[in-house]
Each structure stands twice: as structure tokens, then as C-alpha cells.
């Protein structure tokens, strides 16, 4: 299976401040990657596919960059719904695989 | 607009066979290039995918799960199901049934589980 490991564990932050979190795959998966949003007893919600391409009804503070190994999640203004638990995943090779999440977290 | 909603009971004793149904509503199951998924999600912890069916009815399974379980379709009813067997108090999650939508982009396929589930809650215990 593909490991996928994400970083910052957690982090805590401000309302208007620009937050990235990191997410590394064991090996290469090109840009076979997502990134989904989960809310306390809610399910996820997908955010980027392909690892840059904007989900239809996501805000555009948010952006995914990256291929390979190595992707990224950008928040550019954190705003107070966006307290949330952040993962990626990938879809590149069976079974399709999560990071242990990126908690985000109202400094 | 798609919806998802998982059923079933919230409690398995063990050894036994965990059963869900996932009704879909806004899309027939049987028509596109979909994949209908199952994920869970023990408290606390992480996402785990299961597994999925094409429309077809061709299945994919975690390698890690494989040997438990059977996803199926019933397009009849417009719903798709989940059976996981010999469980035990790990399979205790909350379950998510949802949509693997394939795009195209730039010549490759890519797959993305964008309509979800609420999720149900299973506990494994006797």
C-alpha cells in the first residue's frame, strides 16, 4: 500500500492568516491526489482533486500544488469555518489511501 | 443533487456479519462512470477506505479487508450494500458509503469521492 504522510499533525492559527499543510506520498503517484475537509461528526468533503483542481462550491482561499511525492494544501485567509480536520488521499494505485489528518486549530 | 444515506444496525456482536445499505437518491447507480465506495472511520482516528463497485458490478477491495468482504449493488432498489464478516470490536467505526466520481484530466483518469454519506455508527460488541 501507499503511505501517505501528512505535517503538521496540528497546528493553530488566526482568522486572516494563510495556513499550508504538507502531505508525502512513499512513492511517486504523479498528481493522483485529493484533499478533503471533515467537521466534527460530519463527513468529508472533498476540497481539490488532482491534486490542483478546485471542487465545484469550494471557496478559492483554497489551492493544491504539487506532484510526485510531495503536495501541498494552502489556505490563503483562514476564516472561522475552516476549523476543521484536513486530509489527503490518494488514487493512484489501489487501495486509495488517507494521511492521518491535519488538525486545524483556532489559536 | 446526489444524496447518500447509509442504514443498517448500529450494533454487531462479534463473529458476526456487519451489514449496510447505502440508498441513493438524484442519480441512478446503474448509469456513468461511477464508483460506489465504502470508508470508515473509528472514533478518533483516521479515514479507511473498504472498497467500491462499478456500475457494472466489477469490485475492488482493500487487500487488508478482502477476505471479509462483499460489496454488491442492487439497482432495483437503487442502493448498493456492504457485508463484513467474522467482525470484531476494530470494526467498530462509523461508516461512510459514497461516490467515486472518475475525470477525465489531461488524458487520465482521476478519481474523486465527492458525494458522501452522513455516515452510521457500528459498534462490534456483545
Redesign the interface.
Known sequence: ?IQMTQSPSSLSASVRDRVTVTCRASQSI???L?W?QQKPG?????LI??AS?L?IGVPSRFSGSGSGTDFTLTISSLQPEDFATY?C?Q?YS????????TRVEIK | QVQLQESGPGLVKPSQTLSLTCTVSGRSISRGHYFWTWVRQPAGK????I?RIFTNGST?????LKSRVTISLDTSKNHFSLKLSSVTATDTAVY?C?RDRV?Y?YG?E?????F????TMVTVSS
Open positions: 500500500d504523479s498528481n493522483y485529493n478533503f460530519k463527513a468529508p468533503k472533498l482533486y488532482a483542481n471542487q486530509y488521499q488514487t489501489p487501495p486509495w489511501t488517507f494521511g492521518q489528518g | 483516521g479515514l479507511e477506505w472498497g475492488t477491495y482493500n487487500p487488508s461512510y459514497a475525470t484530466y487520465s482521476h478519481d474523486a469521492l465527492d458522501w454519506g452522513q455516515g
